[in-house]
């Protein structure tokens, strides 16, 4: 199988002071390009410290971390912000949208922060991408004018417009009514059925719920992993220093449906 992300034996120790706290005591599992994967855990779990070193935003203090063949543990800084900001995209609780720039504007941006992409095709880019969030219709608006889950969808679009290799979403329900969280996840499954690696961090069980796999830590360890009816139910206890179970096999895409537009 082709692993997009593989972590060994990761360990995250803080200094508090004099006394060191463990964030993660040794975490081991893959996860192969294509899966769509949650990570849950409770509050102080240690899913917040994964989710950092997940997405190249801090450095374990042991183990290894490969990220679609690349060992990010032995990078230096510059190269880790680069790995970061072309491997990656990022979808947080908090839209973190320009309030001033239209949705195509904010789509746009990460290409003028990377460099060398002429604005026509920046802006091209950003039409095509807000297109697949089914957000066409909806390119010249401001945050302001958009509906919360209109500008979750300008987020995710902003997030793929690098054509990042993973998808990372950290309690990207969190700010949204129900009805608007089951349209931004039923996008993360659309999203994964076009062959998107896609990892969401969350503590709601219904939104790991549509993911193929759910991954739980508790105190630092890994709890469990496997289908979401199981991890979620399951109370084995943490596996130390283990690698996770790997899947069997790769679960056949169904065919492309199209994406509703928000109105």
């Known amino acids: 199988m082709d692993a997009m992300i593989q972590v060994r034996d990761l ?28 990570i849950m855990g409770p509050s102080g779990s240690g899913k917040s410290t994964l989710m950092n070193l997940l997405g190249c935003l801090d450095t374990p203090t042991a183990g290894q971390y490969i990220l679609d063949g690349l060992p990010v543990d032995q990078l230096e800084r510059n190269l880790l912000a680069s790995v970061r900001n072309r491997k990656i995209g990022f979808v947080f609780q908090q839209f973190n ?68 290799a993973l998808l990372l979403a950290d309690e990207p329900t969190g700010n949204l009514d129900s009805t608007s ?9 659309e999203l994964h059925r076009r062959g998107m690696t896609v990892v969401v961090v969350t503590h709601e069980p219904d939104i790991a719920a549509h993911a193929q796999r759910v991954i739980s830590v508790h105190d630092g360890l890994l709890h ?21 179970r790997q899947r069997l096999s790769r679960t056949r895409r169904p065919a492309l449906i199209p994406i509703r537009r928000s109105t």
């Open 224 to 244: 469990s992993d496997g289908p979401p009816a199981v991890a979620i139910t399951s109370s084995a206890a943490p596996i130390a220093h283990e690698p996770a």
């Open 11 to 38: 360990r995250k120790t803080y200094q508090m002071g004099d006394i060191e706290v463990p964030a993660l005591r040794g975490v081991s599992f893959s996860i192969q390009r294509g899966e769509f994967v949650a």
């Open 181 to 189: 969280s089951v349209e931004i996840m039923a996008l993360f499954e």
């Open 97 to 164: 949208l320009l309030p001033r720039q239209t949705a195509l504007e904010n789509v746009a941006l990460p290409l003028v922060y990377l460099g060398g992409v002429p604005s026509e095709e920046r802006l091209g880019r950003a039409r095509d991408v807000l297109k697949q969030v089914g957000l066409g219709e909806r390119m010249e608006h401001k945050p302001k004018e958009l509906s919360g889950g209109q500008q979750q969808r300008v987020a995710i679009a902003r997030a793929l417009i690098t054509r990042p």
